[in-house]
């Protein structure tokens, strides 16, 4: 077996404890000679980006993942479980947004691979293809801060609706929120929300971040301007107080006391 580099990842951070758990803007230098495979890449907004990450370590097969409190047995995961760099073959892959083509420059809107990653392969997203809505994971890890939650809901939202607006961004607020409170920032096991039938941008956003559906029950609409989420014993309420719809930058900043009113009750007392 051998292998061709064809690029080299161009990225303004250089090592990887600085590299954020989703990425940086980078871009991808072709080498020369490997234009020609670019004909039509203009076709398709969001590419698979396979890397060589040759400062991994090769010689194991379990690991504790970023992200896993536990640094016992419990937290070991089989690198083929886990996305590590670590692995017999350190083979990076990372679907990514493409911004703009030029020459050999290829600009990306993240990625998660270190400046001067060799590249071996780009191939196009198929939405019909890898997209699988319904597809589950248990957990491995907690975000490492509330920032970095936030910042993966908005993606997973904006992924979803393909468009920013401030209802997404209420959206991710609220579950945010509700993550923080009742699930240590992780995710409860299944997903049971009622949504505002009046603000279907907010639908979307639950739908991308939780996997819920209205077809499966787990994602329903109702007539009042809140967000419930059903716990085990009880529901928890975001009443939405949020008067003009604006920046939706704004709404991710904004203080809870102007975006809801929370509220919170037991089924079994
Ligand atoms: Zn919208």
């Known amino acids: 077996m051998e292998l061709r580099q064809i690029g080299v990842v161009r990225s303004a951070i250089k090592t990887r404890k600085e590299m954020p758990t989703l990425g940086a803007p980078a871009a991808i230098e072709l080498l020369p000679g490997f234009e020609a495979g670019l004909l ?21 097969l379990q690991v504790t993942p970023r992200g896993v409190s536990d640094q016992g047995p419990e937290g070991l995961h089989g690198v083929f479980a886990v996305r590590s760099p670590a ?40 939405v019909t293809r890898d997209a699988i809505f319904s597809a589950g994971n248990s957990r491995i890890g907690l975000p490492a801060t509330r920032e970095a939650l936030q910042e993966s809901l908005w993606i997973q939202a904006c992924n979803f609706h393909g468009e920013q607006c401030a209802d997404l961004a209420l959206g991710v607020r609220i579950v945010e929120d509700y993550r923080v409170r009742f699930h240590d920032m992780g995710e409860p096991e299944r997903w049971r929300i009622a949504a505002p039938a009046s603000r279907l941008c907010m ?67």
């Open 40 to 60: 039509r890449f203009e076709k398709h907004s969001h590419i698979w980006v396979l890397a060589w990450l040759d400062q991994a370590e090769r010689d194991i």
């Open 87 to 126: 692995r017999p073959n350190p083979i990076g892959l990372t679907a990514c947004r493409v911004r703009n083509v030029e020459g050999r420059l290829i600009q990306v809107e993240r990625l998660d691979f270190i400046d001067g990653t060799p590249v071996l392969d780009l191939k196009p997203y198929f």
């Open 203 to 269: 639908v979307d956003a639950l739908m991308g971040m939780t996997r819920t559906s209205l077809g499966r029950g787990t994602l329903k609409l109702h007539d009042t301007d809140s967000v419930k989420f059903f716990l085990e014993d009880g529901l928890a309420e975001y009443t939405i107080s949020l008067e003009a719809p604006g920046d939706p930058q704004l709404v991710l900043r904004a203080p809870e006391k102007v975006l809801w009113e929370f509220w919170t009750s037991s089924t079994t007392s």
